[in-house]
């Protein structure tokens, strides 16, 4: 159980504390994975993965990410998150203004779905300034689960742990078990 914190939220940064993020990332195109890490700088989920993504990937990076957890029953009230990263060349000025457009975002990404708005409208306030008109694609494409899984990949995946890792896990539960999120 996750106590609230001095405002009734759940205390992440109490539960995650101090120490490293680690991160591996693999593609079949590449020959190994890439591995990256920091240190975490405010136990923030959000605030330590924008510090991964400009320390490590060296990529300035603004994220924002929450879950409203109703702290009576831990239902989950809100969640989501939005990520804005700077391309090579940009200027300034864009920075600035999307520096600006985070700042007067008027909440947290669970208070802005809370009071209904879309994901189009959090990127049209994230991007605010930037753009002459209002563009958008002839079509708008909602994601959806599709799993597409195959022996090789678990083996892939699998050969990314750490050996001591998959020894302990085998040690305390006899065999590595590999299944999908539902």
């Known amino acids: 159980d996750l106590p609230p914190n001095s405002i009734g939220k759940l205390d992440v940064a109490a539960a995650v504390g101090k120490g490293i993020i680690t991160v591996?990332?693999?593609n079949p195109l590449w020959k190994q994975?890439?591995?990256g890490i920091t240190q975490i700088v405010s136990g923030e989920i959000a605030v330590d993965m924008a510090h991964y993504l400009t320390e490590s990937e060296q990529t300035p990076s603004?994220?924002?990410a929450g879950v409203l957890v109703d702290t009576k029953d831990e239902n989950v009230v809100a969640s989501g998150g939005w990520l804005v990263q700077m391309?090579?060349?940009?200027?300034d000025e864009t920075i600035t203004q999307i520096e600006e457009n985070i700042g007067s975002l008027?909440?947290?990404p669970t208070d802005l779905i809370r009071?209904?708005?879309t994901a189009r409208d959090v990127c049209d306030l994230l991007?605010?300034?930037l753009r002459d008109a209002?563009?958008?694609?002839?079509?708008?494409?909602?994601p959806r689960f599709a799993c597409k899984c195959s022996i090789e990949k678990v083996y892939r995946t699998i050969a990314l742990l750490p050996r001591d890792e998959m020894e302990e896990v085998l040690e305390q539960e006899g065999k590595i078990e590999v299944g999908r999120p539902r």
């Open 33 to 35: 994975p890439y591995s």
């Open 134 to 142: 209002e563009v958008y694609p002839p079509t708008i494409i909602k």
């Open 24 to 26: 591996v990332r693999n």
């Open 106 to 108: 008027g909440g947290s």
């Open 87 to 91: 391309l090579p060349g940009a200027t």
């Open 115 to 117: 009071s209904g708005k």
């Open 62 to 64: 603004a994220l924002g």
């Open 127 to 129: 991007s605010r300034g």
